[in-house]
């Protein structure tokens, strides 16, 4: 599993990719510090495998992995090629789901892209550019189907029909993952590999002194944004997540306890991104190994080993 973690410059992206990832992906004052996608492979946390290893007296444990990319920072007009565009929308084509970190703090010495916090402008500038890029490629799917149509070529009725559902949403500025689809034709969908279909999950990067507290209102923002769309969102301290992950192992569920912390930033997303794709892991065991598989549910154990 891939998973593309985007958002504007300066949100706090590249920190959480550095704690959850340990990384050392560049993290700095000023818009662009990631140009080229820093990769991390992290072990999904799961305590069943250590149980099940003393229990079948193993010490080889193989837990299943995610792939982290922390994708370039991108600007209003990516889609016509402003800032890093089309090397940044690329990339996003590349991964199963999407991570959008989204600055819900307010810190005068943090420069922020656009002049002010406002995460509800933030979010529709990258949905924007990713709907503008979609309906490039849809337009021209369109009238590829419209000349297949005309001719009676296999399965040009069913992709005409899925296409007609998703350019007039696009051209309304909605995400393709917004409109109601049937499974047949989320299959034809996904073989547009279009880029606003894409699942997403929502990072509400917080401040360390807003840990605990009742929701702030931008991350009500966010909030909002993600249940009209059916979302997964989530809310931390990309900050607290580095602090968290310089720590040496023994210390962690320390701080985590002082500061009421029951999950890392890593697990959250760990969690969100199996829920958001359907995913579920399946631990095999024995003398040889224990190991964890990232399967669907609803998979048969037949299909996996």
Same mark, same amino acid.
């Given at each position: 599993?891939?998973?593309?973690?985007?958002?504007?410059?300066?949100?706090?992206?590249?920190?959480?990719?550095?704690?959850?990832?340990?990384?050392?992906?560049?993290?700095?004052?000023?818009?662009?510090?990631?140009?080229?996608?820093?990769?991390?492979?992290?072990?999904?946390?799961?305590?069943?495998?250590?149980?099940?290893?003393?229990?079948?007296?193993?010490?080889?444990? $193989?837990?299943?992995?995610?792939?982290?990319?922390?994708? @370039?920072?991108?600007?209003?007009?990516?889609?016509?090629?402003?800032?890093?565009?089309?090397?940044?929308?690329?990339?996003?084509?590349?991964?199963?789901?999407?991570?959008?970190?989204?600055?819900?703090?307010?810190?005068?010495?943090?420069?922020?892209?656009?002049?002010?916090?406002?995460?509800?402008?933030?979010?529709?500038?990258?949905?924007?550019?990713?709907?503008?890029?979609?309906?490039?490629?849809?337009?021209?799917?369109?009238?590829?189907?419209?000349?297949?149509?005309?001719?009676?070529?296999?399965? @040009?009725?069913?992709?005409?029909?899925?296409?007609?559902?998703?350019?007039?949403?696009?051209?309304?500025?909605?995400?393709?993952?917004?409109?109601?689809?049937?499974?047949?034709?989320?299959?034809?969908?996904?073989?547009?590999?279009?880029?606003?279909?894409?699942?997403?999950?929502?990072?509400?990067?917080?401040?360390?002194?807003?840990?605990?507290?009742?929701?702030?209102?931008? $991350?009500?923002?966010? $909030?909002?944004?993600?249940?009209?769309?059916?979302?997964?969102?989530?809310?931390?301290?990309?900050?607290?997540?580095?602090?968290?992950?310089?720590?040496?192992?023994?210390?962690?569920?320390?701080?985590?306890?002082?500061?009421?912390?029951?999950?890392?930033?890593?697990?959250?997303?760990?969690?969100?991104?199996?829920?958001?794709?359907?995913?579920?892991?399946?631990?095999? @065991?024995?003398?040889?190994?224990?190991?964890?598989?990232?399967?669907?549910?609803?998979?048969?154990?037949?299909? $996996?080993?």
């Amino acid at each position: 599993m891939k998973i593309g973690v985007v958002g504007l410059p300066n949100v706090g992206k590249s920190t959480l990719f550095n704690a959850i990832t340990n990384a050392g992906a560049e993290s700095a004052n000023y818009p662009f510090c990631t140009i080229e996608p820093n990769v991390g492979v992290v072990d999904v946390p799961d305590e069943r495998l250590e149980a099940l290893a003393q229990l079948y007296h193993t010490n080889k444990i $193989v837990p299943a992995t995610i792939e982290f990319v922390d994708i @370039a920072g991108l600007v209003e007009g990516a889609s016509k090629g402003e800032g890093l565009g089309n090397k940044f929308l690329s990339h996003i084509r590349e991964v199963d789901a999407i991570v959008h970190v989204v600055r819900c703090f307010d810190n005068e010495k943090i420069i922020h892209v656009s002049g002010s916090i406002n995460p509800k402008k933030d979010i529709e500038v990258i949905n924007l550019e990713l709907v503008l890029a979609d309906l490039e490629t849809v337009n021209k799917r369109f009238e590829k189907a419209q000349k297949m149509l005309k001719v009676g070529e296999k399965g @040009a009725r069913e992709e005409f029909e899925v296409l007609s559902k998703i350019k007039p949403a696009l051209e309304e500025g909605k995400s393709a993952r917004t409109v109601p689809l049937s499974n047949d034709e989320k299959k034809i969908l996904n073989s547009f590999f279009l880029l606003s279909s894409k699942p997403i999950i929502y990072v509400a990067n917080i401040a360390e002194d807003e840990i605990g507290k009742p929701e702030n209102e931008y $991350v009500k923002q966010v $909030v909002e944004i993600a249940n009209s769309e059916g979302a997964e969102v989530i809310s931390l301290s990309a900050k607290i997540e580095e602090e968290l992950a310089a720590l040496p192992q023994e210390e962690r569920a320390i701080f985590k306890e002082e500061l009421g912390i029951t999950q890392s930033g890593l697990e959250k997303l760990v969690s969100a991104s199996y829920n958001l794709l359907g995913l579920m892991s399946f631990l095999t @065991a024995g003398e040889k190994e224990v190991r964890a598989w990232t399967i669907k549910k609803g998979s048969k154990a037949s299909d $996996v080993v």
